[in-house]
């Protein structure tokens, strides 16, 4: 492979141009768009996206003429790119069939919805199956790619990140001690297992627990938890610079997550000498080392929460030295320099 077309969501651009520079190194070529700016359709959130023409898609193949498509979210450009013929190769980000049916349940209950919900599995659907090669951010999904494609090609790709990104800021002005939680309220079943800090905020009032984040189920965690004065919701930071000052201020980072594949955020905070906690779900305890770069518990275990972050902030030695010991795990296991010369082992193996 020579030439790398990578389409993906606004919010993964940052991520994806990275993934484009270090190919580049490995001899690819590669062009990144926006995948709804080249082509989308209905059911798109902006209505007059419902009646693109593939034009600027057609021309974008003519001009770079590119060996292989590769997609981060399952769109209408993706079918654009099973027209080309040319090989598509699907990054799976998330349980793309979880969050559709808790979709169904909360957000997706009326009608239009509903329809609109169906279209968007119904194109997802035909992305997987016209697919060369399906790529999931971790191994945890990786097993249930395999389960409903036997027949397909599946390998992990995990979410690569820049060391050099994360470094030591002045930080920013937050009351210590305190645990920094950094994940968004997009996806009901992640957004929920939040409240499992409620027992906790109770139990330690002298310990501040900032939240940083957004979505359309950020109201169900703030109607529970913004009446205590020990949590504060401090929204949306630009990426990556005020993300990177927050993280240099906390003193312990959090993820309590009910389902999550490979969150950016854990690699973040542990490049920035952080000690985590996070919950034993989806593929989080691939992106750590339990006991020795910081502590796994279960789903809503609110005692075993309070018991780690006692621990930790006792212990300021034990704060260190899991945080350099992070570091140091994810630079040699989630580097760029090491998810790039997977990816292209990856194609080489299934002569793409």
């Keep these: 492979m020579d030439r790398l077309l990578i389409g993906g969501s606004s919010s993964k651009l940052f991520h994806l141009r ?28 902006k209505i007059s996206h419902w009646f693109q023409s593939k034009s600027k898609f057609n021309q974008i193949i003519k001009e770079f003429k590119p060996d292989a498509i590769f997609i981060d979210r399952q769109r209408h450009f993706g079918l654009a790119a099973i027209d080309t013929k040319l090989p598509l190769l699907v990054h799976l980000r998330g349980d793309h ?27 997802a659907e035909k992305c ?18 395999k389960e409903r494609y036997p027949a397909k090609s599946v390998s992990t790709l995990y979410q690569g990140i820049q060391p050099t990104n994360w470094y030591k800021t002045n930080g920013m002005d937050l009351k210590h001690p ?26 330690m009032p002298n310990v501040t627990f900032y939240w940083v984040g957004d979505g359309p189920y950020r ?14 919701w401090l929204g949306h930071l630009e990426y990556p610079d005020r993300v990177r000052d927050y993280l240099s201020e906390i003193d312990i980072y959090a993820l309590i997550s009910g389902i999550d594949m490979s969150p950016l955020t854990l690699l973040e905070a ?26 796994l ?3 809503g275990d609110s005692q075993s929460l309070i018991e780690k972050i006692s621990l930790l902030l006792n212990d300021e030695s034990k704060r260190r030295s899991m945080g350099l010991l992070g570091k140091k795990f994810v630079e040699e296991n989630y580097s ?5 010369s997977n990816f292209v082992n990856i194609v080489n193996r299934y002569s793409i």
């Excluded at 997987?128 to 790619?145: A, D, G, K, R």
């Design 178 to 203: 305190c645990v920094g939680l950094l994940q968004s309220a997009n996806i009901w079943e992640k957004t929920k297992e939040m409240l499992t800090i409620e027992p906790v905020l109770k139990k």
């Design 97 to 123: 069939w979880s969050e559709i049916e808790m979709a169904r349940k909360t957000l997706y209950r009326s009608f239009p919805k509903k329809y609109v919900l169906k279209k968007w599995e119904q194109i």
């Design 219 to 232: 109201d169900y965690v703030l109607s529970s938890l913004k009446k205590y004065e020990n949590f504060k």
């Design 18 to 45: 990275e993934f484009a520079d270090i190919l580049h190194k490995f001899g690819i070529e590669c062009k990144v768009v926006f995948d709804a700016d080249v082509y989308d359709g209905f059911p798109s959130r």
């Design 270 to 295: 542990q490049l920035m000498e952080k000690p985590v906690i996070a919950t034993e779900v989806g593929g989080i305890p691939e992106l750590m080392k339990d006991n020795q770069t910081g502590f």
């Design 336 to 340: 760029w320099k090491k998810i790039g």
């Design 128 to 145: 997987f199956q016209n697919s060369t090669l399906i790529l999931p951010i971790c191994n945890y999904l990786e097993n249930h790619v």
């Design 297 to 299: 518990i279960k789903k």
